[in-house]
């Protein structure tokens, strides 16, 4: 079946500008997540949901960053005025359910900021 | 604290020769779950393993095995006869009961399997 996909694969903007990145789960997975990769950081989470539960946002580096999920499936992930440091690769795992279960990872969206 | 170390950043071998990707972790839940991903040079993170801490029997899977010992807080991962497609960095990763289902990761181990 068809896997994690993400787009767009790579997208270059201006410093202060907003940028939306997008994330199509596995069917039938319940729990989506959003991580970002980069060289000084390696790989940290983001925002994590499950089903209608609240996300959990505890990773958000700051209130720039923002994520919805709609309907359960496709989920958003944007970035308002965005700098220079938030340049990297922005991962989307989705799993069957939550706690334990292995995550299967999306292609990424390689963001530049210049 | 660094929850999960890899303290091996590269590691260069032959082709066949065997090789071990080393992971400690640190957690105080009873109840957390391992894992290790690949990422070869394409840049997609595949899944290769979970571990629930529950579970210490080693597993194999063709060239791969893992041993896992909580004893060390140790979740070790082996290539027998490595190959150059094994050539990529590996992530070992930590979910913890308690806070969560986010994976922490660690920073990863470069592999480079030269023929």
């Known amino acids: 079946g068809a896997g994690v996909s993400q787009s767009p694969s790579n997208k270059v903007t201006e410093k202060g500008k907003d940028v939306e990145l997008r994330c199509d789960p596995i069917s039938g997975h319940t729990a989506l997540y959003w991580y970002r990769q980069s060289l000084g950081q390696g790989l940290e989470f983001l925002i994590y949901?499950?089903?209608?539960?609240?996300?959990?946002k505890s990773g958000l580096p700051s209130d720039r960053f923002s994520a919805e999920r709609t309907g359960g499936s496709v989920s958003t992930l944007t970035i308002q005025r965005t700098q220079q440091e938030d340049s990297a690769v922005y991962l989307c795992?989705?799993?069957?359910?939550?706690?334990?279960?292995?995550?299967?990872f999306g292609p990424g969206t390689r963001l530049t900021v210049t | 604290a660094q929850k999960v170390t890899q303290a091996q950043t590269e590691i260069s071998v032959v082709e066949k020769e065997d090789v071990t990707l080393d992971c400690v972790y640190e957690t105080r839940d009873t109840t957390y779950y391992l894992f290790w991903y690949k990422q070869p040079p394409s840049g997609e993170l595949v899944f290769l393993i979970r571990r629930n801490s529950f579970d210490e029997q080693n597993e194999i899977s063709g060239r791969y095995s893992w041993n896992f010992q909580k004893s060390t807080s140790s979740f070790n991962f082996t290539i027998t006869a490595s190959q150059v497609v094994d050539s990529a960095v590996y992530f070992c990763a930590l979910s913890e009961n308690q806070a969560g289902t986010a994976l922490i990761f660690g920073k990863g181990t470069t592999l480079s399997v030269s023929s």
């Open positions: 795992a989705s799993s069957l359910r939550g706690q334990g279960y292995e995550q299967y």
């Open positions: 949901f499950q089903g209608n539960s609240a996300p959990d």
